[in-house]
């Protein structure tokens, strides 16, 4: 029963230190909004220009969210796998 609480416990802990991290998303979403707000009022039209984007081609770029969700699946997949392996092992003692 105490592993039971202190698996909920923690489980509730990490959730909590998580919500700081979505506050921040949020706020970025508002600041891009904030962002082109300042530019339209107060950007002077005096020769600037917006920098073009990286010269990188989009296939070379296309792999990264590949190549991350790849590895999150592979992690999750491996956490599964342990936590079931120590379950079963808890059932047979």
Same mark, same amino acid.
């Given at each position: 029963?105490?592993?039971?609480?202190?698996?909920?416990?923690?489980?509730?802990?990490?959730?909590?230190?998580?919500?700081?991290?979505?506050?921040?998303?949020?706020?970025?979403?508002?600041?891009?909004? /904030?962002?082109?707000?300042?530019?339209?009022?107060?950007?002077?039209?005096?020769?600037?220009?917006e920098?073009?984007?990286?010269?990188? /081609?989009?296939?070379?770029?296309?792999?990264?969210?590949?190549?991350?969700?790849?590895?999150?699946?592979?992690?999750?997949?491996?956490?599964?796998?342990l936590? /079931?392996?120590?379950?079963?092992?808890?059932?047979?003692?």
């Amino acid at each position: 029963m105490r592993r039971v609480l202190l698996a909920v416990c923690l489980s509730v802990a990490v959730v909590l230190l998580q919500v700081p991290l979505a506050v921040a998303c949020i706020n970025d979403r508002e600041t891009v909004r /904030t962002e082109s707000e300042f530019k339209k009022h107060y950007e002077f039209k005096s020769g600037y220009q917006e920098q073009s984007p990286s010269d990188a /081609t989009p296939t070379e770029s296309q792999w990264v969210p590949i190549a991350a969700t790849g590895s999150g699946v592979g992690l999750l997949a491996c956490a599964v796998v342990l936590v /079931t392996f120590n379950v079963r092992k808890l059932v047979r003692s």
